[in-house]
């Protein structure tokens, strides 16, 4: 079967790697037909790195010129649904990376668009690929841990340095990126929290602007979720804190899950919690569990498996792991937890008022220090391990 021709837009760190991968033959499906970058170094860099494919200064010479089927946009977020759009409309299959965007109403826009367009629309959630991850998935969404009661994610081993946020100029300033921790590191793992536990009702968000860094978003981050269950949750992340912590700890009438250090630790009651706490005789009562601990079945394929997973939808019709529109789930919650930092800590219900959050972030963006200059980084076309999940 004939490849996808495939642009990558924005070749950065990140479009470095996925385009890397591309013309490696990494991802069979997907050929790297043309690349884009607004920065002449980049392109500079392209011409020497994948000779013989085209190379663009903007998105509307990629798309004005034709020739691809396919494009993966890994722009600064701000730009994430434009880009997008720009190409949805040319008729071209896109996959996006995260988030899908900095505002809710926007991303809804790109998802309604791309919902008629009939073209595969995929978002770049790979921290999705990890065994671990899906298998507690599988598990509470199976009902096997019963009734949720508590989830509790501990993710604070994003550490980044001054140096990185000095990396790029559009990082960490409203006008350039649009948030903080819980818009660039944290959604995959709002993605993963709301991937296994379910839409939290409302959330309530302490949004630190520059506990750590000198810079102007949020590099620190707690949220208080409500089920509408009445399950509680709290998630909290940061990219100051050494060493950090990635934990998930899920309980349920029926057990308990522990997430950490690359094992899944599972407690199974014999009998539910809530059918031993009103039957009893007892006043108190020890666990009687069946206790696993589950490691990973396989690798986490991490990046080249959404692109493998892209490249299947779109030439065989696959069910895509991380569809677009789920992009929206995460991102409607860290719209609600800026929202409700915002608004004096208030509890925000899901989906935010998207009018207000709109407005809200525009009054930082126009405040905001950004000027454009050119990035300090120097991509080589690998794929970083603080990209992958890491215990
Ligand atoms: N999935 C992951 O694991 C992961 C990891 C890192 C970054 N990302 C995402 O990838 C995106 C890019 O991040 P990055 O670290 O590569 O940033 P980066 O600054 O290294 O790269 C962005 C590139 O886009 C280019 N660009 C800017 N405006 C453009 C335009 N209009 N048209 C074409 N190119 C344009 C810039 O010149 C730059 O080369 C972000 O949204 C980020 O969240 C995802």
Known sequence: MEKVKTAVIGIGNMGTAHAQSLWDDRVPGLAL??????????????????????CYASEDALLAAGGVQAAIVAVPHPLHSKIASL???????????????????????????????????????????????????????????????????IITNWYRTQHYYDSGAWRATWAGEGGGVLLNQAPH????????????????????????????????????????????????????????????????????????????????????????????????????????????????SAHIGILRNFADAISHGAPLLSPGEDGLKELAISNAAYLSQWTGNAAMPLPPDTVLFDKLLAERVKTSAYKPKTDTERPDGRYSRRWQVNW
């Open 33 to 54: 037909a043309a690349v884009c970058d607004t920065d002449p170094a980049r392109l500079a860099y392209a011409a020497k790195a994948w000779p013989g494919v085209a």
């Open 87 to 153: 190409a949805l409309a040319a008729g071209l299959h896109v996959l996006v990376e995260k988030p899908l965007d900095v505002r809710l109403s926007v991303a809804q826009a790109l998802c309604a668009q791309a919902k008629a367009s009939g073209k595969v629309f995929a978002l770049m959630l790979n921290q999705r690929t990890n065994p671990l991850f899906a298998k507690a998935r599988a598990i509470v969404q199976g009902g096997q841990l019963g009734q949720l009661k508590r989830s509790v994610w």
């Open 189 to 300: 793992n709002l993605d993963l929290w709301q991937w296994i536990c379910g839409m939290p009702e409302s959330v309530t968000g302490y949004c630190d602007v520059a506990r750590y860094h000198h810079i102007e978003v949020e590099d620190d981050a707690t949220i208080f979720a409500k089920y509408p269950n009445g399950a509680t949750g709290v998630f909290i992340t940061s990219t100051g804190e050494m060493p950090g912590t990635n934990r998930l700890e899920i309980a349920g009438t029926k057990g308990k899950l522990v997430l950490e250090n690359g094992v899944l630790k599972w407690w199974r009651l014999k009998t539910p919690e809530d059918a031993i706490r009103f039957a009893s005789s007892d006043n108190f009562v020890t666990p009687d569990c069946d206790y696993q601990e589950l490691t990973p079945d396989a690798p986490e």
